[in-house]
């Protein structure tokens, strides 16, 4: 069947702009899950879906990221004022259930802030 | 925290060499761990897996084995090919929590 699809698969933005990323999981996983990878700090996780609502969004580097859910299926993480440091690559993954299921990760989107 | 070493790359073999990527961890509970790959322009995907300690996953010829006595999950495989070229990242994923905590990879490049 179809994996995590993410769009848009590149993205160019000036910095101060808000940019809107989406994932479309795999159909029937409950749980969503974002993350970030970037040069210089790797593989970070950022928030994670049980549902439509997001229990742990500690991962999230500041108040200018949120992200949200909506029918159990497609997320958006949103990005306001975006500035230089949010150049990275966004990751989307999703499973069946939670703990030591197997994460299904999308192609990602490339976000450049000039 | 949790958190995930795994050896520095790059790591650079001829095809048919064997292959060790060290990974180690420190984590409370018990974790299960995690080899993922990902190929030049493709999205991370999941090797193997190991959710108990002495518990072995194994893939496409690649072994790992959970050792809890010395919180390690190293990789290996016996005879590398061309298209095992890749970064490897190993992680875990914490007692009764969800998110996986990566190492920083390790690029293997295989020459032929």
């Known amino acids: 069947g179809a994996g995590v699809s993410q769009s848009p698969s590149n993205k160019v933005t000036e910095k101060g702009k808000d940019v809107e990323l989406r994932c479309d999981p795999i159909s029937g996983h409950t749980a969503l899950y974002w993350y970030r990878q970037s040069l210089g700090q790797g593989l970070e996780f950022l928030i994670y879906f049980q549902g439509n609502s997001a229990p742990d969004k500690s991962g999230l580097p500041s108040d200018r990221f949120s992200a949200e859910r909506t029918g159990g299926s497609v997320s958006t993480l949103t990005i306001q004022r975006t500035q230089q440091e949010d150049s990275a690559v966004y990751l989307c993954a999703s499973s069946f259930g939670q703990g030591a299921e197997t994460q299904y990760f999308g192609p990602g989107t490339r976000l450049l802030v000039l | 925290g949790n958190s995930v070493t795994q050896m520095e790359g790059p790591v650079t073999l001829s095809e048919e060499a064997f292959l060790t990527i060290n990974c180690t961890y420190t984590a409370t509970g018990y974790p299960s761990l995690f080899w993922y790959v990902q190929y030049p322009g493709e999205g991370l995907q999941l090797l193997l897996k190991a959710t108990k300690a002495d518990d072995k996953g194994s893939n496409k010829g690649f072994e790992a084995t959970y050792r809890k006595e010395t919180t390690s999950f190293h990789l290996e495989k016996g005879s590398v090919q061309v298209s095992d070229s890749a970064v490897y990242f190993c992680?875990?994923?914490?007692?009764?929590?969800?998110?996986?905590?990566f190492g920083k990879g390790t690029l293997l490049t295989v020459n032929p």
């Open positions: 992680a875990l994923i914490g007692g009764s929590n969800y998110k996986l905590t």
